[in-house]
């Protein structure tokens, strides 16, 4: 234990020293390429906020419109049908939207249900088995102008529905 404490505690400083040794024996003046890259790093961020804006006002409109609990209580006899939790469909729903709100939503069925229920162990596993697709595609595409997707986001939330079905059967075969 002691060596990955002290390999955590010196890897940014090597980091950084091996960084500016390179760049003291290539002559680059590495203060101000810090300095430029500093400013590259703001202009980034601002150019993301609408983005980001636009995509935590839409979180919140599906939470607080009531449209997330009128679509669960729609299709909870099917859950019921095919044995998943409905408990579980805000996160599959939320999940490929906003990963803070997926982990405060996985948080709170953990502390609800219990880590070791059959509730929080999918919502676990869907956690890691998924992604944030529309959060990647709205920053990352936004960030570098791309206005066409094409079949990214079809690809994105394909993949996120295969993690979500997955992630219901591997738990069903192993803690069910």
Known sequence: MSIITSVS?????CFILIVLVIASYKKLPSYELFVEGGKEGIQMAFS????????????SILRSSGALEAFINLITPLLVLIGVPPEIVPLALIRPISGTAALGMTTELTQH???????GRLAATMQGSTDTTLYIITIYFGA???????????VGLLADLVGISVAI???KLVFG
């Open 144 to 154: 570098v102008g791309i206005k066409k997707m094409r079949y990214a986001l079809k």
């Open 113 to 119: 249900y219990g880590p070791d229920s059959f509730i």
């Open 48 to 59: 993301l906020l609408p983005f980001l804006l636009g995509m935590i006002v839409a979180i």
């Open 169 to 171: 059967i591997i738990v």
């Open 9 to 13: 505690t010196y890897i940014i400083p």
